[in-house]
C-alpha cells in the first residue's frame, strides 16, 4: 500500500493502518525534496515512480479540494483506511478513499461518500449522508439524518441538530452549533451558527 500526501493527517493515517491491518505500507509519495520519510516510511517523488508498483493507494491530505483534485488525476485502485477502536455500525456504508480515525463512531445506516474524513472522536449518526470529499473534524457531532454536501469541512468540536442540511463547499467553523439548513459556499460561525462569509 502507499500513501499519497506526507502531511500531519499522514500520521495519523498511518497510526490507523498499523492498528488495524497487516497492510505493510511501502512508501508515501509527495512533491517535497526535502522530506526523506515519515515514521520510518520513505518518501517518492509520484511522477517519476514505478505505478505498476502501486497496487492500492490512499490520499493523506486534509484539504478537501486538493484530495478531491489529486482522486481525479490518479486513477488507481483507492482503499480505506478504519482505525481499530473506531466503532462503525454494520448497518453503515464507507465508500473507497475514506479514513475513520481513532474513536471515532458512524452509527446505523449512515453513507459516507469517497474521500471523506471522519476524524478522531467525531460522531456521525444514524442516517446521516456524507457526499464525497467531506471532512468531519476531531469531536464534531451530526445528529441523526444530517445530510453533508461535497466538500464540506465541518470545524473541530462543532454541533449539527438532527435533520440539518448543510450545502456543497462549505465551512462550519470550530465549535459552531447548526440548528438550521446551510447554503452552499458559504462560511457559518458562532452559536448560533450565522453566516459571516460566501
Known sequence: MYLYGASGHCKVVIDSIE???????????????NLKKILNIPIFKYQTFDKQRIKELFICVGNNSVRKLISENIKANYGTVIHANACISKYASINEGTAVLANAVVNASAKIGKHCIINTGAIVEHDCELEDFVHISPNASLAGN??????SHIGIGAQIIQ???????????AGTVVIRDVPDNSLFVGNPAREIKK
Open 19 to 33: 492498528s488495524s491491518t497487516s497492510k505493510k505500507i511501502e512508501g508515501i509519495f509527495d512533491d517535497n525534496i
Open 163 to 173: 435533520g440539518i442540511s448543510i450545502g456543497k463547499w462549505v465551512t462550519i467553523g
Open 146 to 151: 444530517v445530510k453533508i454536501g461535497e466538500g
